[in-house]
């Protein structure tokens, strides 16, 4: 018995592409999910493209809060390119493969942005609170030295992360089912295909996952309960009305981050979820990366303002 145990998992190995089920296996909503998510595609990157761009352009954005959006834009439409372009080129062939190479480079580059998206956010919601609760210091707390070592910590984090998911999914062996139930080669689909023990792929992901939440939810429950018991100690309602203007449009983002991830990935186990789960997956891997510029630009004032002066110095 253990000779042909070897056998099975040394011709496991060799599996060099999967096919990606993608969204729907419907042909008569190919063409409007293509149309769909082309015009989301676009929106995202010329959206991101265009706040990059703003806040690069006019200095009275020069400052910590505006310089985390830029980033948090830059990371959005770096994210585009991920999984969107692949999941097009989906709804128009007949077979959507990937290389086995392909595959893991895409699980490398999501976890990347995706864990980088969540520490930015979190840097964010500090900034918040340094800005609100300690005004004064603002500066030296939020120097341009720091305000880079927390973007630079962001990444390294994500970094960290990406490698230590990509490393544990390239040692496990795949079976001969290559059909990844998704749109995109993400974790748990991955796992499903693998006839080696998944145990400590499973152990060591929710190790990840879990330090990232508690540790990034745990800075930004702390910052917003700050925030809030000394908003509540404001006797000036227009610097109350000020206060919460400038933690609003971060709020929104975090909400639909947080609230679609945990909703595509803390589910029970049973064949609807996987499609709940994708749906879910659809909501915070492409809408929510075309959402916020939108969100930081419809509710800023400053931005809106950038917006005018940039226009008429192009008119004129």
């Not at 830059?74 to 290389?99: A, H, Q, R």
């Not at 970094?159 to 079976?175: D, E, K, Q, W, Y």
């Not at 203007?245 to 595509?264: D, P, R, W």
């Amino acid at each position: 018995m253990q000779p042909v145990k070897k056998m099975a998992i040394k011709s496991n190995s060799s599996v060099t592409e999967f096919i990606l089920m993608g969204l729907t296996v419907q042909p008569g909503l190919q063409l409007p999910l293509f149309v769909f998510f082309l015009l989301n595609y676009i929106a995202t990157v010329v959206g991101n493209l265009s706040l990059m761009n703003l806040i690069y352009l006019n200095s009275h954005l020069h400052t910590p809060m505006y310089f985390f959006i830029f980033n948090l834009s830059c990371i959005d439409f770096c994210y585009s390119f991920v999984c969107t372009p692949k999941m097009l080129m989906g709804f128009l062939s007949e077979k959507n493969t990937i290389s086995f190479k392909g595959c893991m480079s895409q699980l490398f580059f999501y976890c990347f942005f995706v864990n980088s998206d969540c520490y930015v956010l979190t840097a964010m919601a500090y900034d918040r609170y340094v800005a609100i609760c300690q005004p004064l210091q603002y500066t030296t707390f939020m120097s341009p030295k720091i305000c880079c070592l927390l973007m630079f910590g962001s990444y390294l984090m994500g970094f960290a992360g990406a490698m230590v998911h990509t490393g544990f999914m390239i040692r496990l062996s795949f079976c001969d089912s290559n059909i990844i139930n998704h749109y995109m080669c993400d974790i748990f689909p991955l796992l499903q295909l693998s006839c080696s023990s998944t145990y400590v792929n499973e152990l060591v992901s929710s190790a990840v996952v879990g330090t990232i939440l508690i540790l990034s939810s745990i800075i930004i429950l702390v910052s917003y309960a700050m925030i809030l018991f000394n908003i509540i100690h404001m006797s000036s309602g227009k610097t109350w009305s000020k206060a919460l203007g400038t933690c609003g449009s971060h709020i929104i983002t975090v909400s639909l981050f947080y609230g679609s991830g945990l909703l595509a990935y803390v589910k029970p186990a049973s064949a609807e979820s996987v499609g709940q789960g994708k749906i879910f997956s659809v909501f915070y891997t492409l809408v929510i990366p075309m959402l916020n510029p939108l969100i930081y630009s419809l509710r800023n004032k400053d931005v809106k303002d950038a917006v005018k002066k940039t226009i008429k110095r192009i008119t004129s």
